[in-house]
């Protein structure tokens, strides 16, 4: 692989996928040019990717995973590394000891909060915040009782994204083969329902202060038809919003999980039927999918973030809190172009991964 001297090399994961094509895409609206490099555990998905060069890599959940980011990192020279799926920031934070990079990502204490729904729903509670009232469901009597007291309820299991196993209800019936046959029973939390109507807010840390945070309102869920929660975590229209009362609350919702916060924290606030935002969840170390939006709009927050992991100053913000007009609106459907390809170019990437294990002695098996 060669080197460009002085360019800042910087390696991405599940970089087919929207969301980190949307970080690519931000860093390709930098002042200066920058070294990509994509890694994913979808050779589909990797023939997308719109890095300088690409790799594929196991399931983070696979022993072999961090070995094989180890090689990655020491070929290619890869100086930082932001991952962008939920799966792959657990066992990077868990093991940033042993890989040879810059991660800029929170603790992992505050990484393993944030990842489990209810424990994120137990402290700011504590702290007195707006929340939905939620409760774990492990048995039939729980679910029984949640139904009665809350009326239409939303499941959702402990730990995932983009409404993944999801269920607004209000029938038991349903609720209960849902849990069945998603075996939630104990892994699942049941919560008031509120309202279709949500507002995000992204915001970046250096070492307790805040460098910048920007409110976003979704205005519908592209494809919400297709799935039974109406919720795809694919934004088809967002607008950029100014809202003290959600401003107050998320920054009051980040210090509930982490006294002195670092890296990115992308909050999830839903409306209840008085028009409060309530608190639901905190997207840690990662950017919501539709980060580009603000990107094109002039608050380019990953290539803030890659300036602050080299010790850089980021590029200046007129204020902290919303420096971009509210009203800004985003349009979208995939965010991905079509690629030509081969599927002997796709194929390439499992020979690829099947050398850089038996290279290490590691048992060959392509369908992990």
């Not at 995973?65 to 934070?93: H, N, R």
């Amino acid at each position: 692989m060669g080197q460009l001297s002085g360019v800042k090399r910087i390696l991405v994961t599940g970089a087919g996928g929207a969301p980190a094509l949307n970080f690519v895409k931000s860093l390709r609206l930098a002042t200066e040019p920058l070294y990509l490099i994509g890694v994913d555990c979808n050779k589909y998905h990797l023939s997308g990717a719109q890095t300088d060069e690409r790799h594929l890599v196991p399931l983070a959940s696979h022993e072999d995973y961090i070995p094989a980011m180890q090689d990655i990192i020491e070929e290619t020279g890869a100086q930082f590394l932001f991952a962008q799926p939920d799966s792959e920031i657990a066992v990077v934070s868990e093991q940033r000891d042993r890989l040879n990079v810059l991660t800029y990502l929170p603790s992992r204490e505050t990484v393993r909060i944030c990842q489990n729904k209810y424990e994120t729903y137990r402290l700011w509670q504590e702290a007195g915040l707006k929340v939905p009232e939620t409760r774990l469901i492990t048995t039939v009597s729980d679910l029984k009782l949640a139904l009665i007291d809350f009326g239409e309820v939303w499941l959702r299991p402990l730990v995932g994204a983009a409404g993944r196993g999801a269920l607004h209800t209000e029938d038991f019936e349903q609720a209960r083969v849902w849990l069945d046959f998603n075996h939630g029973w104990g892994g699942y939390t049941v919560a008031r329902y509120l309202s279709p109507h949500s507002v995000t807010w992204q915001s970046l840390w250096n070492r307790g202060e805040l460098v910048v945070a920007q409110g976003r309102q979704r205005l519908y869920w592209e494809f919400a038809d297709r799935t039974l929660a109406g919720v795809t975590g694919i934004t088809g229209g967002a607008i950029t919003v100014a809202d003290p009362v959600v401003d107050d609350t998320a920054l009051r919702a980040v210090w509930a999980v982490d006294p002195e916060p670092h890296g990115v924290f992308s909050v999830d606030l839903t409306y209840d039927c008085d028009g409060v935002p309530n608190l639901t969840e905190i997207n840690i170390g990662r950017f919501f999918t539709t980060h580009f939006f603000f990107s094109k709009a002039g608050l380019n927050m990953p290539y803030m973030l890659v300036k602050l992991a080299f010790g850089e100053d980021p590029p200046p913000v007129s204020c902290k809190i919303n420096p971009l007009p509210s009203g800004l609106a985003w349009i979208r459907g995939m965010d991905m172009e079509p690629v030509l390809t081969t599927a002997e170019a796709v194929d390439a990437f499992e020979r690829e991964l099947a050398a850089r294990r038996a290279r290490r002695g590691t048992p060959v098996n392509l369908r992990t």
